[in-house]
């Protein structure tokens, strides 16, 4: 069989969770058949729309440069240089299935395309993107929890989205975050009068050449999504929350609930919690976990060392870092943060919260700190086969999403390695984590559930380990790719 994902950016560029599954789901299936992966990039200074053949990890891949230089609205989602080019793979690489992850940087007439091509087509739910052009969080511009598409929300928040201003708005952010890490140091006391110059110039000529979007657009830009859904062999969802969502927003398509599947650990049941990064990470940042990470290798979790808090993920507003960094603080002592992700998403959040809460030493506190403050450590992205490392120096995970996920992978990847999570009840998080029984959950932004059961569990260490016997079994990637081979062969 010959299998064709489609997914909006891949590996190495992006390694996110959905671009991470993707690859480990293709490299699966390429034991047994012929498998593509067909993405964009962004890629600054390159000709827009070169095609760029090639692999990674031994997955065959079309990369297609899209660096979002649109005239109009329409072009982010009906683009017909983006569906030539997909056409033209689909012709040489003759797809007997075409499993679609996400139309963010493509076209909706891929799906036509491929099915005109003889190809089944299945398409997974990821997120809200289908009727949610800002990104597909339905996490607005003023950082609140969007009820859905409307004439009063949508075109405002897409016109302040980074899928709007595209290429400017990265020199924007380059240029905000380099003032405002000098600005954290004590260097300014605001932002320097040229960079805000900057900013608006920069959106002026965005503005300029891609008017905002009106809602009738946007409307007719949904509508189109949904009927491509429609239209497919199959929709799958990882969570019973997502697909339920989306077709109260419209899709009539009826969804078969499928999860993710995952590469087993090295040790899917962790018995130390030592932390060796220093030693088994390579490449350029293995000084930074070495510096990082010195301090707590060696030490297991005991009643009396701190309890190990791990949040993993880009350091973003919906992903709630900053309540579990205040969580945190109000619970007190005894207690470390450790974060794990990327700080480059929103440059100017990631130096703010480090200012705040970073301080590796007790000689480092700085003055509104008391000594019962917690420490937080911000170890940026980690390599890539760190994963079961990173999770060996965690008592427990923390998710304080505040935005509806779908299926958060990093649960699952916690549960395989046996570490209990506490998560917002939000989205479809709850199908995952079963309060009180295999973990717990709290109101989404609610800091202080979180601090009390942050104390709760390091003043009761025995907790974690009755949470830890009773977390749920998690799907093999192995199991996954057969699950979708059978779908395909429908």
Same mark, same amino acid.
């Given at each position: 069989?010959?299998? /064709?994902?489609?997914?909006?950016?891949?590996?190495?560029?992006?390694?996110?969770?959905?671009?991470?599954?993707?690859?480990?789901?293709?490299?699966?299936? +390429?034991?047994?058949?012929?498998?593509?992966?067909? $993405?964009?990039?962004?890629?600054?200074?390159?000709?827009?729309?070169?095609?760029?053949?090639?692999?990674?990890?031994?997955?065959?891949?079309?990369?297609?440069?899209?660096?979002?230089?649109? !005239?109009?609205?329409?072009?982010?989602?009906?683009? +017909?240089?983006?569906?030539?080019?997909?056409?033209? *793979?689909?012709?040489?690489?003759?797809?007997?299935?075409? $499993?679609?992850?996400?139309?963010?940087?493509?076209?909706?007439?891929?799906?036509?395309?491929?099915?005109?091509?003889?190809?089944?087509?299945?398409?997974?739910?990821?997120?809200?993107?289908?009727?949610?052009?800002?990104?597909?969080?339905?996490?607005?511009?003023?950082?609140?929890?969007?009820?859905?598409?409307?004439?009063?929300?949508?075109?405002?928040?897409?016109?302040?989205?980074?899928?709007?201003?595209?290429? *400017?708005?990265?020199?924007?952010?380059?240029?905000?975050?380099?003032?405002?890490?000098?600005?954290?140091?004590?260097?300014?006391?605001?932002?320097?009068?040229? @960079?805000?110059?900057? @900013?608006?110039?920069?959106?002026?000529?965005?503005?300029?050449?891609?008017?905002?979007?009106?809602?009738?657009?946007?409307?007719? !830009?949904?509508?189109?999504?949904?009927?491509?859904?429609?239209?497919?062999?199959?929709?799958?969802?990882?969570? !019973?929350?997502?697909?339920?969502?989306?077709?109260?927003?419209?899709?009539?398509?009826?969804?078969? $609930?499928?999860?993710?599947?995952?590469?087993?650990?090295?040790?899917?049941?962790?018995?130390?919690?030592?932390?060796?990064?220093?030693?088994?990470?390579?490449?350029?940042?293995?000084?930074?976990?070495?510096?990082?990470?010195?301090?707590?290798?060696?030490?297991?979790?005991?009643?009396?060392?701190?309890?190990?808090?791990?949040?993993?993920?880009?350091?973003?507003?919906?992903?709630?870092?900053?309540?579990?960094?205040?969580?945190?603080?109000?619970?007190?002592?005894?207690?470390?943060?450790? @974060?794990?992700?990327?700080?480059?998403?929103?440059?100017?959040?990631?130096?703010?919260?480090?200012?705040?809460?970073?301080?590796?030493?007790?000689?480092? /506190?700085?003055?509104?700190?008391?000594?019962?403050?917690?420490?937080?450590?911000?170890?940026?992205?980690?390599?890539?086969?760190?994963?079961?490392?990173?999770?060996?120096?965690?008592?427990?995970?923390? @998710?304080?999403?505040?935005?509806?996920?779908?299926?958060?992978?990093?649960?699952?990847?916690?549960?395989?390695?046996?570490?209990?999570?506490?998560?917002?009840?939000?989205?479809?998080?709850?199908?995952?984590?079963?309060?009180?029984?295999?973990?717990?959950?709290?109101?989404?932004?609610?800091?202080?559930?979180?601090?009390?059961?942050?104390?709760?569990?390091?003043?009761?260490?025995?907790?974690?380990?009755?949470?830890?016997?009773?977390?749920?079994?998690?799907?093999?990637?192995?199991?996954?790719?057969?699950?979708?081979?059978?779908?395909?062969? !429908?």
């Amino acid at each position: 069989m010959r299998i /064709l994902h489609v997914i909006h950016d891949f590996l190495p560029t992006v390694s996110a969770g959905v671009e991470v599954y993707v690859f480990q789901l293709a490299r699966e299936q +390429a034991r047994r058949h012929e498998v593509a992966v067909f $993405h964009a990039s962004f890629v600054a200074g390159a000709p827009n729309y070169e095609v760029r053949p090639g692999s990674h990890g031994g997955v065959r891949t079309i990369e297609v440069v899209n660096n979002r230089l649109h !005239r109009r609205f329409e072009d982010s989602w009906n683009n +017909a240089r983006m569906e030539a080019i997909f056409a033209g *793979a689909v012709r040489d690489f003759e797809p007997d299935a075409v $499993h679609f992850h996400h139309l963010m940087n493509h076209s909706v007439g891929y799906v036509g395309i491929a099915k005109a091509a003889g190809a089944r087509t299945v398409f997974t739910l990821h997120d809200f993107f289908a009727v949610c052009p800002s990104g597909g969080q339905l996490f607005d511009a003023d950082a609140k929890i969007c009820p859905g598409p409307g004439p009063s929300r949508c075109p405002h928040c897409y016109a302040s989205s980074a899928l709007y201003l595209g290429p *400017a708005e990265r020199v924007v952010t380059a240029l905000r975050s380099r003032a405002f890490a000098s600005m954290a140091k004590g260097v300014r006391k605001r932002l320097p009068r040229a @960079v805000e110059t900057a @900013v608006r110039l920069a959106k002026s000529a965005v503005t300029a050449v891609h008017p905002p979007a009106s809602w009738r657009e946007i409307g007719v !830009r949904n509508e189109a999504m949904l009927r491509a859904f429609d239209a497919c062999d199959a929709v799958l969802s990882p969570s !019973r929350f997502l697909g339920r969502s989306m077709q109260a927003f419209g899709m009539r398509k009826d969804f078969v $609930h499928s999860d993710y599947g995952f590469v087993r650990p090295r040790d899917s049941r962790p018995t130390t919690h030592d932390l060796r990064l220093a030693t088994s990470c390579t490449g350029p940042n293995a000084a930074r976990w070495a510096e990082a990470t010195s301090s707590v290798v060696g030490r297991r979790s005991s009643v009396v060392s701190p309890l190990r808090v791990g949040f993993i993920g880009p350091i973003t507003r919906h992903k709630g870092v900053e309540v579990l960094l205040k969580a945190a603080e109000i619970a007190g002592g005894r207690i470390e943060v450790r @974060v794990h992700g990327s700080e480059t998403v929103d440059p100017a959040l990631s130096a703010r919260l480090k200012a705040r809460y970073c301080f590796p030493s007790a000689s480092s /506190l700085p003055p509104h700190a008391s000594r019962l403050m917690p420490h937080a450590f911000f170890n940026g992205p980690f390599p890539p086969g760190a994963l079961d490392d990173v999770f060996r120096g965690l008592d427990v995970l923390v @998710v304080p999403s505040v935005w509806p996920e779908n299926s958060p992978l990093v649960i699952h990847e916690a549960t395989m390695r046996g570490v209990p999570v506490i998560a917002s009840h939000m989205g479809g998080i709850p199908e995952l984590v079963r309060d009180g029984v295999s973990g717990f959950l709290f109101a989404p932004g609610d800091v202080e559930k979180l601090a009390h059961l942050l104390r709760r569990v390091r003043d009761g260490r025995s907790l974690l380990a009755d949470l830890a016997k009773r977390l749920p079994e998690i799907k093999s990637i192995g199991a996954n790719a057969v699950e979708l081979e059978r779908l395909y062969r !429908r």
